[in-house]
């Protein structure tokens, strides 16, 4: 019985993390001397990837601060100075990064990769994209800006 809950639990886990299992095996025969795979470090690195994928998961649930908006958008929610911050980003995966070694032959893809992700920012929005057909900003020096529907929204 609890095989068969296990393997229920673990089948998404590995169905999402394909590209990395697939890293594990490619890397283990490139890096190592003797060109074997380990069994009990690459379970070790499975447990490890499961683990990973779970904290995530869990961060991003209890902190709400990505929010899935569909077709590859996210809205990203953090505060910087006190103040609340919010990005409307377009995830494109680029997997082109196979491995990153140091100058001492150590394997630091894991550090380095997540810098270089294909990432694209939304900087124009208009009153549509928040729901609303008009919008009226008023600015410290006092000026008003009113953007209809489609007009996109640029303060100066």
């Not at 609890?2 to 283990?28: A, D, G």
């Not at 809205?75 to 100075?81: D, E, G, P, S, V």
């Not at 929005?125 to 006092?142: N, S, V």
């Amino acid at each position: 019985m609890y095989y068969l809950l296990f393997l229920v639990l673990l089948t998404p886990i590995l169905y999402f993390n394909q590209n990395n299992i697939k890293r594990i095996y490619t890397l283990s025969t490139i890096t190592k001397k003797n060109k074997g795979i380990n069994k009990y470090k690459t379970i070790l690195s499975m447990l490890k990837i499961t683990f990973t994928f779970a904290k995530v998961l869990l961060y991003q649930k209890l902190n709400k601060n990505v929010i899935n908006l569909g077709n590859n958008k996210y809205q990203l929610q953090f505060i910087i100075n006190n103040r609340l911050v919010k990005l409307n980003i377009t995830y494109k995966y680029n997997a082109n990064i196979l491995q990153i070694i140091d100058d001492n032959d150590n394997d630091i893809t894991h550090i380095i990769e997540p810098f270089f992700q294909n990432i694209e920012l939304k900087n124009d929005h208009c009153p549509m994209d928040f729901d609303y057909h008009k919008l009226t900003f008023e600015t410290m020096d006092g000026d008003e800006h009113t953007f209809e529907s489609d007009d996109k929204i640029e303060l100066d």
